[in-house]
């Protein structure tokens, strides 16, 4: 009898069903963030080197403070 009381309670038992939701929903969260992080990749390295070769132009005219601590110029 034990046996069958058991084999009924697992039946009833939703605790696997919600973790198995769960999983899936973690799952496509993470997919989706991996299909974001691809799309986007290429137009932020682009970007960055923009950026990087911009900054790399840049001159600067800054040559530190004189003895009263006004800028050098």
């Known amino acids: 009898m034990k046996l069958f009381k058991f084999a009924k309670n697992f039946a ?9 939701d769960w999983v899936v929903l973690t ?12 799309t986007v990749a290429g137009g932020v390295n ?11 132009k840049v001159t600067t005219s800054y ?6 601590g006004t800028v050098v110029k």
């Open 12 to 20: 009833r038992d939703e605790d696997g069903a919600v973790t198995v």
């Open 27 to 38: 799952a496509a969260i993470v997919g989706l963030g991996i299909a974001v992080i691809s």
């Open 46 to 56: 682009g970007l960055g080197k923009t950026i990087s070769s911009d900054l790399g």
């Open 63 to 68: 040559k530190g403070f004189d003895e009263n």
